[in-house]
Structure formats: structure tokens, C-alpha cells
């Protein structure tokens, strides 16, 4: 690939309305080439919508899409971006009646399959079945191999690796994690963040249709790494707990712990707390969970999230 090459993903104030329901609006990002980038948000969001408008599903109400440089409004530019993408949907379905074989032989003639005979290995599934007689899992093996077999460039997926046991997960995390190496690109929407923080470059986070944060994992977990959580003899407001690098402090209201999100100042924390009479007090490293729950914020669609029942909602 040359470096006049186009960015495999580029969004320009995206925008896509239902009537009146907001799908996505103002989406601006720029997917670069050789990343994984993660897109997450609650139930709702706008991912599929985004997803749909890339892959020419939907039309834009507004704003301009464009998959490997290619316009997505434009029938013969799209064609022309599928031919180099690989796109694994969240529900997978193929002709019940075709076996496995015919499946990959379709798409093989459609777009190549150089990679097929290596993928089956490490995806195996019963070629001689028909698709019917498929396995949930089975399925998604058999779309993997689809999507993946002529080595496109870029990669679109939506929920990434839901139905999969955490053997075949951890073969698919490092396919895609050679793609990188070999400069090729991976989008994907997930639920999951385990698997956001084991394979993401960056994370984009949607949020009632809008972009509210774009950036790497380790960035995240950087602007409020640190949680404190305390209790005082004391019932101070929140506010009063407050200092530079805490992003947040909240109060829970079933025994009026007080949780602080803050970057690592330890000593401006115990200045701080030093005016009061501790009884409890436990600092611990924030999760991508506690993080994401922020960006979240109030909901409770954080589904492999620990319950963190605490009243720091932003
Ligand atoms: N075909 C449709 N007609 C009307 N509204 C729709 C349609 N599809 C999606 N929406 C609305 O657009 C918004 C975004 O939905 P979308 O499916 O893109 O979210 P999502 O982030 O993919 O959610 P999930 O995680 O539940 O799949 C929601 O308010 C949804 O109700």
C-alpha cells in the first residue's frame, strides 16, 4: 500500500435520521490504517445505524461517509470498497439449504480466497453440512472465514465476537491483531470490554447518537485512573471533597461512602481528607468498567461490568 493511499474510514458530519428519531448526527472521525478501533455505547447509541450508512445500507440524512476513499452514496465507488472489505455482521445468516463449502465458494468467486484452506484450520467448521445444521458458533466460524479469506484491507463488524467460545475469541482476537501487523484495518462494535481493552488501539464511545469520545485505552484509563472510596465521620457535601485531578466525586446514598475519580495525587487526596476523621478509606486502580460507566453515564448497559452501585454518576 502506498502512503497516498485514502484512510480506510472517514466520517464527515454523518448524520442519519428515522423520520424524526435520531440515528447519528454530527459524526466526525477518521479511522487510520493498521488500527483496531473499538466503538462502543449503550443499547441505543447509534453504532448499527453508523455501520449501516458505512456499508451503504442506509443513506445519509447528512454529512459524506467513505470506506477506503470511496464515497458510500456512490453505487460504483461502493462497489468498488466491497470488493477489498470484509464486513461480519451481528446476525449471521446464509441460505439454510447451501452446505458450508458453497458458501465460501460464492464469496471466494465474488472476491478471492487466498486465505481459505489456512482459516478453516484455524476456524474449522463441517463443510459438508448444509448451513442448517449449523451450530450458532458454527455459523459465525463459516462467516469468519467469509469475511476474512480475500485479506481485505479493511474490516467492519458488528458485535464483534458475540456467540463465540473463548477459544475461538482468542484465535479471532489474533487474526486480527496480525491484520495490524500486516497494516490492515479493523472496525468493530462491541458490548464486551474485555475484549475492547485486549485488542482496541483506540475506542470510539457513542453516546444518544453523538461521538463523545475518541481516543486509546490507555488514554482513558489515564484521565481518571484512580478511585477512591471513603468514609467519613463527617457528611460534607461532594463538592467539598473537591481539588484538582478529581475528575468526579459522587456520594452514595445507601451508607454515604464518598467516591472520588481522580488522576494519581495522592497527597493532595490526603490533604484534602485530612480536615476530616476517616473511618474507611480504599484506593484501587479504576477499570475500563468504572471508566466507561462515566462516559455511559446513569445507564445500566455495561453488560459484563461489575455493579458499581455508586451515586458518582457524572
Ligand atoms: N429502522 C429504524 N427505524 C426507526 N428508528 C431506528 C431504526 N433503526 C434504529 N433506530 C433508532 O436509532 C437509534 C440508534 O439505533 P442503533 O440500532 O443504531 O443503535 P445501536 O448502538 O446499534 O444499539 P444496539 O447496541 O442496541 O444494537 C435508536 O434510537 C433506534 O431506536
Not at 55 to 62: A, N
Not at 63 to 76: E, I, K
Not at 92 to 114: I, K, P, S
Amino acid at each position: 500500500m502506498s502512503s497516498a493511499e485514502p484512510q480506510p474510514i472517514e466520517l464527515e458530519s454523518l448524520t442519519k435520521y428515522y423520520g424524526d428519531v435520531r440515528g447519528v448526527e454530527d459524526l466526525t472521525f477518521t479511522v487510520d490504517r493498521g488500527e483496531i478501533i473499538g466503538f462502543l455505547g449503550p443499547n441505543g447509541a447509534g453504532k448499527s445505524t453508523a455501520i449501516h450508512v458505512l456499508l451503504g445500507l442506509l443513506k445519509p440524512t447528512d454529512g459524506t461517509a467513505s470506506l477506503l476513499g470511496r464515497d458510500v452514496t456512490d453505487r460504483a465507488e461502493l462497489r468498488d470498497a466491497k470488493r477489498r472489505l470484509g464486513y461480519l455482521p451481528s446476525d449471521v445468516t446464509f441460505y439454510d439449504r447451501v452446505m458450508g463449502a458453497a458458501v465460501l465458494d460464492h464469496f471466494g468467486r465474488l472476491r478471492g480466497d487466498e486465505r481459505r484452506a489456512e482459516l478453516l484450520e484455524r476456524f474449522p467448521v463441517p463443510l459438508d453440512r448444509t448451513v442448517k445444521a449449523y451450530s450458532s458458533g458454527n455459523r459465525q466460524k463459516l462467516a469468519i472465514v467469509a469475511a476474512f479469506m480475500h485479506e481485505p484491507d479493511l474490516a467492519i463488524m458488528d458485535e464483534l465476537t458475540s456467540g463465540l467460545d473463548p477459544l475461538v475469541q482468542n484465535e479471532f482476537y489474533e487474526l486480527l491483531e496480525e491484520r495490524r501487523d500486516a497494516g490492515r484495518t479493523s472496525f468493530f462494535s462491541s458490548h464486551i470490554l474485555s475484549e475492547v481493552r485486549r485488542v482496541c488501539d483506540r475506542v470510539g464511545i457513542i453516546r444518544n447518537g453523538r461521538l463523545i469520545e475518541l481516543n486509546t485505552v490507555e488514554n482513558i484509563l489515564a484521565e481518571g485512573g484512580t478511585i477512591a472510596t471513603v468514609r467519613l465521620a463527617e457528611a460534607p457535601p461532594p463538592a467539598a471533597l473537591e481539588f484538582p485531578g478529581v475528575a468526579r466525586v459522587g456520594r452514595r446514598d445507601g451508607d454515604g461512602r464518598y467516591r472520588l475519580v481522580l488522576a494519581r495525587e495522592f497527597d493532595a487526596l490526603i490533604e484534602r481528607l485530612s480536615k476530616y476523621t476517616v473511618l474507611e478509606l480504599e484506593v484501587r486502580e479504576a477499570s475500563i468498567e468504572d471508566v466507561l460507566m462515566h462516559f455511559y453515564g446513569g445507564t445500566d448497559e455495561v453488560p459484563d461490568s461489575p455493579a458499581s452501585g455508586n451515586g458518582a454518576s457524572p
